[in-house]
């Protein structure tokens, strides 16, 4: 199983990019986002890799985050959502977007991407929201077993919502657990989103 590529870009489009790594040039599909963050024809990139085996067809997918990857990785997991779905929404908004959205309950937003429509959307959140909140998923990496959140009710779902975009455990409690435990989980969310830039600027 492939797990990264480094090597020379020698094509983009608005969909793919192609990397030569010791004379193979390897095709990936790619979200806007990542193809727009790795360069141009020339330049040395990575892209962490996701190979997709279907009847008929084997796809292999690249990103510039692991991050991003591991959204695909959870939105491949969603009922009716395939990897043209997938990355549609991730060439519309960037893997702690799209957390926010989840956790928050803002299908809404996940419209916003071609092809995803309100039912689909709403699916999306309905399947992942619990994963978000639990932080069953962080970085790609599962929760152990056993690990409980810092908190209770909305400043646990936040905590928890901040690890899955990365942040420490501690981090995450640190910038919400002084905040009002009556507060929405969305409004929590981004005010330890705010606290957080700012400690690490």
Request: aromatic share 6%; no cysteine; charged share 15%.
């Given at each position: 199983m492939l797990y990264s590529l480094k090597g020379t870009i020698v094509y983009f489009d608005p969909t793919s990019i192609a990397i030569e790594c010791g004379g193979v040039a390897y095709h990936c599909q790619a979200s806007l986002s990542t193809?727009?963050?790795?360069?141009?024809?020339?330049?040395?990139?990575?892209?962490?890799?996701?190979?997709?085996?279907?009847?008929g067809a084997i796809d292999l997918f690249g990103f510039a985050e692991r991050e991003e990857l591991s959204c695909f990785k959870l939105l491949l997991g969603v009922t009716g959502v395939g990897p043209k779905a997938a990355l549609?929404?991730?060439?519309?908004?960037?893997?702690?977007?799209?957390?926010?959205?989840?956790?928050?309950?803002?299908?809404?937003?996940?419209?916003?991407?071609?092809?995803?429509?309100?039912?689909?959307?709403?699916?999306?959140?309905?399947?992942?929201?619990?994963?978000?909140?639990?932080?069953?998923?962080?970085?790609?990496?599962?929760?152990?077993?056993?690990?409980?959140?810092?908190?209770?009710?909305?400043i646990a779902e936040a905590i928890s919502a901040l690890v899955v975009l990365g942040y420490s455990q501690t981090e995450a409690a640190s910038a919400v657990g002084t905040l009002p435990a009556d507060s929405p989980v969305e409004e929590l969310i981004k005010a330890g989103l705010k606290a957080l830039a700012g400690t690490r600027n």
């Open positions: 193809i727009t963050a790795v360069g141009d024809v020339g330049a040395e990139a990575l892209l962490y890799t996701y190979l997709h085996v279907r009847e549609a929404i991730l060439s519309q908004m960037s893997p702690e977007r799209f957390a926010l959205s989840v956790a928050a309950g803002d299908y809404k937003f996940l419209t916003v991407a071609q092809g995803v429509g309100t039912k689909l959307a709403q699916r999306i959140v309905l399947e992942l929201k619990d994963k978000v909140n639990n932080a069953a998923v962080a970085k790609g990496v599962a929760q152990p077993t056993g690990t409980m959140s810092v908190g209770t009710g909305n």
